[in-house]
């Protein structure tokens, strides 16, 4: 807006001096940058975080020409991430006590098996297992040595079952199978009439995860074989525990390497975060 703001009288002549101002606050543009700026920050004190950063990608993307917005969005961006960090470390560190305590209490069930003909020394439940199992008909559940949880199912005398599966059952009629595992002369092998399969967590853990939620309740173990054939034997309360303990304790392990893996990168983002703020933050 222009507007004449004096007239100046100077002996013998008259001068009319026209000065001209030019308004000069914010654009409508900036104001909108500004808002989602403003909206950002009270997202992060409410601990809406996502959303938080989701409008300051908003100002990222929409409004390039907005320099002093677009600085401020720069230094908010890294704190944001600093919380939503902190708060995931917290939750992490929640997690992995959860993860030690079960390991903790399921520990004094299981017992450590190791000689010189084994490979890796592996844990089986102290009870319901069978010491002679690799020569009888039945599943042993195991944790390897890295807290891997598994399961062998064999079969003595099986003829021409084939079976490349198992599948548990209790007495009200649910049940659960393993993952197929295809016959190969290695994890599927057959020796003398007998009949060995290893099962990895992969193909098995939906054994486990039913054993461990009926680990009171005896069970039917089905060996599915190849044509629609089978073999069934019964599990006693006791064995279906000890595969139910095998679970708890593969589980608890597993669980807690993954959180010490997810924490330590969870440092490093805290650590970039922190950096990148500091190297943001400008005077006022």
Known sequence: MLKEVSRVVLPGLTLTAMLFVTGCGPSAEEKSARNLYEQAEAHMKSRSYQTALALLDSIEHNYKTQTDVRRDAMHLRPAIIEEVTL???????????????????????????????????????????????????????????????????EV???????????????????????????YDGEL??????SETVTYDAARCDSIGMFAARNHSTPMTLVFNGENGKSKSVNLT?????????????????????????????????????????ARTFREE
């Open 87 to 153: 708060l995931e470390i917290s939750t992490n560190d929640s997690l992995q006590a959860e993860m030690k305590k079960a390991h903790d209490e399921v520990l004094p069930l299981m017992k450590k098996i190791s000689s010189e003909q084994l490979v890796e020394p592996y844990w089986i439940a102290a009870d319901g297992n069978n010491d002679k199992f690799m020569n009888t008909t039945g599943v042993q559940a195991r944790v390897s040595a890295d807290g891997e949880f598994y399961m062998i199912s």
């Open 156 to 182: 003595i005398g099986a003829g021409n079952l084939h079976h490349s599966s198992i599948t548990l059952k209790t007495p009200s009629g649910e049940s659960v199978s393993s993952g197929e595992v295809p």
């Open 237 to 277: 309360a006791r064995q279906v525990g000890g595969i139910a303990a095998a679970y708890r304790m593969g589980h608890a392990l597993t669980q807690g390497h993954r959180l010490a893996l997810q924490r330590a990168m969870l440092e490093k983002r805290l650590a970039i975060a922190r950096d990148q703020k």
């Open 188 to 193: 599927n092998y057959r020796l003398s009439g």
